[in-house]
């Protein structure tokens, strides 16, 4: 490698061409240091905890300055998922504290249509 490949500055990145693009790319998401950093400061209102077709549950926290729930995701950008309710309630007493509200929306064959997903 000689020396003017490595002394060559940094590429600027593009910002998404449209408010679309953006949203495809994880708007309506949260990672794990972003809930708990959230979670700190008082501006989670809410946890939900929503179990999906596949029977296993992920988290959307609502925050207090944003609209709309956000989707817990890994750092994969893939929705972390726990597959038993225990394991999850065990998860948020040991990363999370004492959070505000937590709301549990199971799922059944009936409100298949009103459910969130996973």
């Keep these: 490698m000689n020396k003017k490949d490595f002394c060559r500055k940094p ?5 998404p061409a449209t408010p679309d693009e953006h949203i495809e790319m994880g708007n ?10 959230n979670l700190t400061s ?3 209102k809410r946890l939900k905890l929503v179990q999906g077709e596949d029977l296993k549950f992920c988290i959307y926290a609502q925050l207090s300055w944003k609209g709309g729930d956000l989707l817990l995701e890994t750092q994969r950008k893939k929705p972390r998922v726990w597959s038993s309710l225990d394991r999850l309630a065990k998860h948020i007493n040991s990363k999370y504290g004492s959070v505000p509200v937590v709301e549990l929306y199971l799922w059944s064959k009936e409100s298949n249509g009103n459910n969130r997903r996973c």
């Design 28 to 37: 309506e998401t949260i990672s794990e240091l972003e809930l708990i950093d």
């Design 42 to 44: 008082g501006a989670v």
């Design 11 to 15: 590429r600027k990145m593009c910002p």
